[in-house]
T-cell receptor, first 113, second 113 residues
Framework: GENVEQHPSTLSVQEGDSAVIKCTYSDSASNYFPWYKQELGKRPQLIIDIRSNVGEKKDQRIAVTLNKTAKHFSLHITETQPEDSAVYFCAAGPGGGYNKLIFGAGTRLAVHP | GAGVSQSPRYKVAKRGQDVALRCDPI?????LFWYQQALGQGPEFLTYFQNEAQLDKSGLPSDRFFAERPEGSVSTLKIQRTQQEDSAVYLC???????????FGSGTRLTVV
């Protein structure tokens, strides 16, 4: 089955700096890679996703890149703000709303003013 | 409904007690997923349904865990003879085949004492 590894487990940056979180996956059948943000005590919320037919996707300050050959994908946050502080989870799965996702262990991002 | 609703929000159970956790998905969402999230960890897949059919229950940790969705809408996750290691947040998510990504509920925090 699918296995997703996520690094780093914690990340501390100064406001305005960039943050990068990396994930690797094992199952070549996976073709959908979402990223979720979870604030303390709240539900995970989808912030961006990418499918295997594209290599990069950007939405304002966040971007995701995918390397299917190497089986890794990354989240990039530019111009970080204190409200970006949260736990971020990557996930991988075969795609579509009817398939399970396997999640990474999470990265706790702290953005210091 | 407008979102995925889970109840109760918090549950304290004595060891050995049975519990039932409810999930009410977004109206029209045919897929429903249950995840277990231990403190400081990523969501771990338990089981999922497409309509009333349970398509994958490979993540259920033991035969004490049972999930059902008899009419293809509301789902219940039942845990029999609860143990301390069952303490976690249980997240429900719903989706539909023509969209990507899940919508999560707020979760039920189960504490077994």
């Amino acid at each position: 089955g699918e296995n997703v590894e996520q690094h780093p487990s914690t990340l501390s940056v100064q406001e305005g700096d960039s943050a990068v979180i990396k994930c690797t996956y094992s199952d070549s059948a996976s073709n959908y890679f979402p990223w979720y943000k979870q604030e303390l005590g709240k539900r995970p919320q989808l912030i961006i996703d990418i499918r295997s037919n594209v290599g990069e996707k950007k939405d304002q300050r966040i971007a995701v890149t995918l390397n299917k050959t190497a089986k890794h994908f990354s989240l990039h946050i530019t111009e970080t703000q204190p409200e970006d502080s949260a736990v971020y989870f990557c996930a991988a799965g075969p795609g579509g709303g009817y398939n399970k996702l396997i999640f990474g262990a999470g990265t706790r991002l702290a953005v210091h003013p | 409904g407008a979102g995925v609703s889970q109840s109760p929000r918090y549950k304290v159970a004595k060891r050995g007690q049975d519990v039932a956790l409810r999930c009410d998905p977004i109206s029209g969402h045919v897929s429903l997923f249950w995840y277990q999230q231990a403190l400081g960890q990523g969501p771990e897949f338990l089981t999922y349904f497409q309509n009333e059919a349970q398509l994958d229950k490979s993540g259920l940790p033991s035969d004490r865990f049972f999930a059902e969705r008899p009419e293809g809408s509301v789902s219940t996750l039942k845990i029999q003879r609860t143990q301390q290691e069952d303490s976690a947040v249980y997240l429900c998510a719903s989706s539909t085949p023509d969209i990507y990504g899940y919508t999560f509920g707020s979760g039920t925090r189960l504490t077994v004492v």
